[in-house]
Every structure is written in structure tokens, then in C-alpha cells.
């Protein structure tokens, strides 16, 4: 993929050094283009090492070949990092006063700037204008991390993690096509790149991760969900423009850029919060493994282990079917439910069988089935899946990173949705 990283004049810039490593060690072509006050932060020799491509601040270097025109026409992604004050407010207005904003203006392909400021230049009203503008237009302005600033100053302005986005960028980026196939139609035709905003004004909430059941105070009932995937989904889902709310039982890593983030740990607590938000979404996906049992009881003090005696079996009870309950009840008019069904072959059926058992007697609009075990499933960066309709059909299968499955599964909802 030929990505142009665009590098705005702060401190931060340091940081998108690492951002060019990780996209160049991925295997992606990068050209950085820098603002003059960028270079005062980190010089042209150091992106020209590693990167491998000349740097250029100005649109009168390279004129025979108008780079400012090329540059963004030949992009499949453009990245800002870090993306100051006066860069976004720049970009806002249309300016085109150096080679960095002249490519935003002629670029055609996804877009993702990464804010970087002091606290009380992030919160201003021109920065929230700038930022709500660009939205509006489709870029992709992550939400700055809180924490440590220049000097003592702690606060929301921080740059989000290299790594952060990295991931979020390339998401963006590697979406499929609304075909299952993931080109534009055409037999053997590339697949697209874009990001559409096909989700403006909607409200989405998902739930990812793995619940856990007490046991006693220091012991539960768990599984290996690290809640990836649910996090991949909310985070396309914003990308696509709608509003989210991801509900996470014990994730593995603090969610970014996924909008409203609501923490649980028990299944109880899970389904009173999915509820809540419910009432007012357009989409509900269930991709939290959701645990079907809990203890009956769960002493307040820790279950000691005594020399020579068996443990008391543990009793289990069954926990509300979440899923199920929301298909059933439809917590608003015309609303859309996706479940998951994480399953494992047996004797009475494989995969694909247990997972259309499911979505028979669940009843949702589409469940998302995929392998686990065995290294697959949770815990991995990819995932594999088949898609079901309510009566159990197969409407499309998707595999790859988790952000492209999440991409195939929200292409299927705005279908439903339109």
C-alpha cells in the first residue's frame, strides 16, 4: 500500500518516527511529507533513511512531475502525525500554503490524523470547530489520550500511542468491499480502499471481551476472550461515522478510538449496561463471550483448600441469554441485532452446525460465526468467519485482520439498515 505520512511542528513528531517504522516493517511504501516546523523537531536525513524516499516541505520542489497534484491522487492512505492545533485548522480552511496541506486537498483516499497539543488548545472552541469540520468530511480525527504533556502539564492532548495508530490507520485503510468477495464487482477487480460514512447518524453499541463469574473473592469462571474483535467493530463503526457505545467485560488492553467506553466484569452487569444503551441504538452486536453459567453461591471469603478433604462441588445456575432476549424484545423500532457464536466441533455436530442451531434459536438478524480453539479465534490478531441469517443461511463468509471482519459485518448491516 503507498501511504503518505504527513508530519505537523510538535514535540510529538518524534513519535511518528516510530509510526514510520512499524508501517515500513509491515511491508508498506512511505513517503513523509513534513511542514517546515516539523524539521525543526526531527530532520529530513532521518526520514529519508527510513523511509528510502526524498522529503519535501515545499510544492516547488519536483514541479515537472506537480507533486502536490501526485502525491495525494497516488495514495491508498494518508496519515498525520501528529496533527497540531494549526495543522487541523489549516486543513479545516482549505489553506494549501505548503505541500503537506496541498496533498489533503488532492488526496481521495482515506484520511487519519493523529492530534497532538496541550490540553487547553485541544479543548478550545476553534480546535473543537476544526476538528467537528473535518469529521464532517469524512477524515478520520482520532481522540487525543490523556496523560503526561511538554513539561509538567498533564492532561487530554496526548498522542495516541505509535502502535494505536498504526492499527486504527490501517483499518481504516484495509477495509473490504461491501461484496464478500471484497471487490468493486468485476471479476478479479482490486478491492476498494475507501472508508464511507455509511453509518453517519446512527447509534451502535457493542459489547466485546469475556465475562467473568465469581467464585469466591479471589477466583472466577472465565474464558480466553481478549475482546479484540468487539473492539475492532466499534472501532470501524465510528470510522463509518456513527456514534458508539462499547460495553467491555475484562479486555485484555484499554480500548482506542471507539467512542463511549462502559467497563464490566460479570454477566449481570453486562446485560443491564447493553440494555441501557440499547434503548436508544440502531444496532446491537453481542461479540462479548458471554458466560452461560455462574456459581449459585460465592462465599465473601476465599475457599480454603484443606489437606484430605475433597472441595464442595461448585453449583452452577444459568445466566440470562442477552442475545436472545434482545432479538426478542427490540429495544427500539427497526433495530438490528448481530450476535456471535464462538463454537467448537463435536460429536454432534461441527462448527458451521452448532453455529446454525444458534442463530435458529437465538433469532437475531445475523450471527457471526467463527472457530476457537487451538490458537484460533481469541487472543489472535485475524479471524475466520461465516456469517449467518436468522434461519441460519450463510449470506457471507470474511477472514483476515479482525479490523476487516468488522468492516464485512457493518458492510452487512448498513445493507439492513438502508
Given at each position: 500500500m503507498r501511504i503518505v505520512l504527513g508530519v505537523s511542528g510538535g514535540i510529538a513528531a518524534y513519535k511518528a518516527v516510530l509510526v514510520l517504522r512499524l508501517l515500513r516493517e509491515q511491508g508498506h511504501a512511505?513517503?513523509?511529507?513534513?511542514?517546515?516546523?516539523?524539521?525543526?523537531?526531527?530532520?529530513?536525513?532521518?526520514?529519508?533513511?527510513?523511509?528510502?524516499?526524498?522529503?519535501?516541505?515545499?510544492?516547488?520542489?519536483?514541479?515537472?512531475?506537480?507533486?502536490?497534484?501526485?502525491?495525494?491522487?497516488?495514495?491508498?492512505?494518508?496519515?498525520?502525525?501528529?496533527?497540531?492545533?494549526?495543522?487541523?485548522?489549516?486543513?479545516?480552511?482549505?489553506?494549501?500554503?505548503?505541500?503537506?496541506?496541498?496533498?489533503?486537498?488532492?488526496?481521495?483516499?482515506?484520511?487519519?490524523?493523529?492530534?497532538?497539543?496541550?490540553?487547553?488548545?485541544?479543548?478550545?472552541?476553534?480546535?473543537?470547530?476544526?476538528?467537528?469540520?473535518?469529521?464532517?468530511?469524512?477524515?478520520?480525527?482520532?481522540?487525543?489520550?490523556?496523560?503526561?504533556?511538554?513539561?509538567?502539564?498533564?492532561?487530554?492532548?496526548?498522542?495516541?500511542?505509535?502502535?494505536?495508530?498504526?492499527?486504527?490507520?490501517?483499518g481504516v485503510a484495509g477495509r473490504p468491499s461491501s461484496n464478500p468477495d471484497g471487490t468493486d464487482g468485476a471479476p478479479g477487480a482490486r478491492p476498494r480502499t475507501g472508508t464511507v460514512r455509511d453509518l453517519e447518524g446512527r447509534v451502535v453499541v457493542v459489547s466485546a471481551g469475556g465475562t467473568r463469574e465469581p467464585i469466591d473473592p479471589v477466583r472466577f469462571l472465565g474464558n480466553s476472550s481478549s475482546g479484540k474483535q468487539g473492539v475492532a467493530l466499534a472501532r470501524a463503526a465510528r470510522a463509518r461515522g456513527?456514534?458508539?457505545?462499547?460495553?467491555?467485560?475484562?479486555?485484555?488492553?484499554?480500548?482506542?478510538?471507539?467512542?463511549?467506553?462502559?467497563?464490566?466484569?460479570?454477566?449481570?452487569?453486562?446485560?443491564?449496561?447493553?440494555?441501557?444503551?440499547?434503548?436508544d441504538a440502531d444496532v446491537v452486536v453481542m461479540a462479548a463471550a458471554v458466560a452461560d453459567f455462574r456459581p449459585a453461591h460465592a462465599p465473601d471469603a476465599k475457599i480454603k483448600k484443606v489437606p484430605?478433604?475433597?472441595?464442595?462441588?461448585?453449583?452452577?445456575?444459568?445466566?440470562p441469554d442477552i442475545l436472545r432476549e434482545l432479538a426478542t424484545d427490540r429495544l427500539r423500532a427497526g433495530q438490528v441485532v448481530v450476535g456471535f457464536a464462538a463454537e467448537t466441533g463435536d460429536a454432534d455436530g461441527d462448527v458451521l452446525d452448532h453455529g446454525r442451531a444458534k442463530a435458529r434459536r437465538k433469532g437475531a438478524d445475523l450471527v457471526v460465526v467463527n472457530a476457537v480453539g487451538g490458537g484460533r479465534g481469541f487472543g489472535t490478531d485475524d479471524n475466520d468467519v461465516t456469517v449467518l441469517d436468522a434461519a441460519g443461511d450463510v449470506v457471507a463468509t470474511a477472514h483476515g485482520s479482525k479490523d476487516e471482519v468488522a468492516h464485512a459485518v457493518w458492510d452487512l448491516v448498513a445493507k439492513r439498515l438502508a
Amino acid at each position: 500500500m503507498r501511504i503518505v505520512l504527513g508530519v505537523s511542528g510538535g514535540i510529538a513528531a518524534y513519535k511518528a518516527v516510530l509510526v514510520l517504522r512499524l508501517l515500513r516493517e509491515q511491508g508498506h511504501a512511505v513517503r513523509v511529507v513534513p511542514t517546515e516546523a516539523a524539521l525543526r523537531f526531527v530532520g529530513a536525513p532521518t526520514w529519508e533513511a527510513l523511509s528510502g524516499e526524498p522529503v519535501s516541505t515545499t510544492v516547488f520542489d519536483d514541479v515537472p512531475g506537480v507533486a502536490h497534484v501526485a502525491l495525494g491522487k497516488g495514495a491508498d492512505l494518508v496519515v498525520v502525525v501528529p496533527a497540531t492545533a494549526d495543522l487541523l485548522a489549516r486543513a479545516a480552511t482549505g489553506r494549501a500554503d505548503d505541500l503537506l496541506t496541498a496533498t489533503l486537498l488532492t488526496a481521495r483516499c482515506p484520511v487519519v490524523m493523529a492530534p497532538a497539543m496541550h490540553t487547553e488548545m485541544w479543548e478550545h472552541p476553534a480546535t473543537v470547530a476544526n476538528v467537528a469540520t473535518l469529521r464532517e468530511r469524512g477524515v478520520h480525527v482520532l481522540d487525543p489520550d490523556s496523560g503526561r504533556l511538554t513539561g509538567a502539564d498533564t492532561g487530554p492532548g496526548r498522542l495516541p500511542e505509535p502502535e494505536d495508530v498504526v492499527r486504527f490507520a490501517l483499518g481504516v485503510a484495509g477495509r473490504p468491499s461491501s461484496n464478500p468477495d471484497g471487490t468493486d464487482g468485476a471479476p478479479g477487480a482490486r478491492p476498494r480502499t475507501g472508508t464511507v460514512r455509511d453509518l453517519e447518524g446512527r447509534v451502535v453499541v457493542v459489547s466485546a471481551g469475556g465475562t467473568r463469574e465469581p467464585i469466591d473473592p479471589v477466583r472466577f469462571l472465565g474464558n480466553s476472550s481478549s475482546g479484540k474483535q468487539g473492539v475492532a467493530l466499534a472501532r470501524a463503526a465510528r470510522a463509518r461515522g456513527a456514534e458508539v457505545v462499547l460495553v467491555g467485560a475484562n479486555l485484555a488492553l484499554p480500548p482506542e478510538g471507539v467512542g463511549t467506553y462502559v467497563p464490566v466484569v460479570t454477566t449481570a452487569e453486562l446485560r443491564t449496561a447493553v440494555r441501557a444503551a440499547a434503548s436508544d441504538a440502531d444496532v446491537v452486536v453481542m461479540a462479548a463471550a458471554v458466560a452461560d453459567f455462574r456459581p449459585a453461591h460465592a462465599p465473601d471469603a476465599k475457599i480454603k483448600k484443606v489437606p484430605g478433604r475433597a472441595p464442595a462441588p461448585i453449583e452452577l445456575v444459568e445466566n440470562p441469554d442477552i442475545l436472545r432476549e434482545l432479538a426478542t424484545d427490540r429495544l427500539r423500532a427497526g433495530q438490528v441485532v448481530v450476535g456471535f457464536a464462538a463454537e467448537t466441533g463435536d460429536a454432534d455436530g461441527d462448527v458451521l452446525d452448532h453455529g446454525r442451531a444458534k442463530a435458529r434459536r437465538k433469532g437475531a438478524d445475523l450471527v457471526v460465526v467463527n472457530a476457537v480453539g487451538g490458537g484460533r479465534g481469541f487472543g489472535t490478531d485475524d479471524n475466520d468467519v461465516t456469517v449467518l441469517d436468522a434461519a441460519g443461511d450463510v449470506v457471507a463468509t470474511a477472514h483476515g485482520s479482525k479490523d476487516e471482519v468488522a468492516h464485512a459485518v457493518w458492510d452487512l448491516v448498513a445493507k439492513r439498515l438502508a
